[in-house]
DNA sequence: AACCAGGTTCATT
DNA sequence: AATGAACATGGT
């Protein structure tokens, strides 16, 4: 059991961090969450400003987690209206994964038109049917298949995930990604929105699964992905003037996009996360 | 039991 | 360029 010791100057909310629908491969039992980050086992557990883990080194910890980002300046820098303030006041300590691009992948495309714990059950699917096999202490777990494995599978081999019409979408993406590697290295080495134009050519990813890949998994700070829970607040509070009639009238992606991004700056992406945690529970 | 969900794609205007 | 419908599934 390792401990890392969290500076005061940098908040972290683990179980914010882990429920709040940006990964779906977390579980939380007895006070411990426990899940699998790429090919490995983790078990963690939050104690005020003690973090217990184990399963993994420091150094992943601190990356994966994002706990060497001045949380409390990035929100300062996003803090600019009091909308955003009080979700900021009612969620500090919320942070961004960083996710494997891959996961990320898969995640976002299952995660189209579906509740979070369906999408929870989707992934968990995939992983327990071609998944490698990990050896965590809690029991059977599961890691994701790679693309190869996937790429490989004929027609109506995903049907016992449930995944409804997004099969369609996994099987081709596994192949593009298979037959591409690097395919991850490429997108990393792109200039700003290049790369999220590079990830809207895989089937199955359109504007708001390319900006949620480029946010969990390139940390891509400034993505803004515009879901339901999203457009509402932004119809509502940042851009009732673009917008047509009411909560879901703002149609156009890209101007919600852009009207975001020139409004919080370069760490859009954590608005985007505050302001979905606080349009999801109703705070605004 | 309807309604809706971290949307994308395709066919019409 | 912009809109509308189909798409599968299951949680609330």
Redesign the pocket.
């Known amino acids: 059991m390792k401990k890392y010791r969290l500076s005061a100057s940098r908040p972290f909310d683990l179980d914010r961090t882990l429920a709040?629908?940006?990964a779906f491969r977390w579980e939380c039992r007895d006070g411990w969450w426990q899940g699998v980050a790429g090919k490995k086992w983790v078990r963690i557990r939050q104690d005020g400003d003690c973090l217990r883990y184990e399963g993994i080194s420091e150094s992943f910890l601190v990356h994966y987690f994002g706990l060497d980002l001045d949380l409390n300046a990035i929100l300062a820098s996003i803090n600019r209206d009091p909308v955003i303030d009080r979700a900021i006041r009612q969620y500090r300590g919320l942070r961004i994964l960083r996710q494997d691009p891959w996961e990320c992948l898969l995640s976002?495309?299952c995660?189209?038109?579906?509740?979070?714990?369906?999408?929870t059950?989707m992934i968990t699917a995939l992983a327990d049917t071609f998944g490698d096999p990990v050896d965590a202490p809690w029991g059977d777990a599961h890691a994701l298949p790679d693309a190869g494995v996937l790429s490989a599978l004929g027609d109506g081999a995903l049907?016992s995930c449930?995944?409804?019409?997004?099969a369609?979408?996994i099987l081709p993406a596994a192949r593009r990604a298979a037959e591409d590697p690097a395919w991850t290295e490429k997108i990393r080495a792109l200039p700003d929105d290049t790369g999220r134009q590079v990830l809207?050519q895989?089937?199955?990813?359109?504007?708001?699964?390319?900006d949620?890949i480029m946010l969990?998994g390139f940390s891509h700070y400034r993505s803004f992905?515009v879901?339901?829970?999203?457009r509402r607040v932004m119809a509502r509070h940042y851009c009732p003037g673009e917008c047509?009639d009411g909560a879901l009238g703002c149609?156009?992606?890209e101007t919600v996009r852009r009207i975001a991004q020139e409004h919080f700056g370069p760490y859009a992406g954590y608005a985007?996360?505050y302001l979905?945690m606080a349009s999801?529970e109703g705070l605004v």
Not at 202 to 210: L, M, S
């Open positions: 709040c629908g940006q976002f495309i995660a189209q038109n579906a509740h979070i714990p369906f999408i059950r049907d449930r995944l409804g019409y997004r369609r979408y809207m895989f089937p199955g990813v359109g504007p708001k699964v390319a949620c969990f992905p879901d339901v829970w999203i047509r149609r156009e992606y985007q996360e979905f999801r």
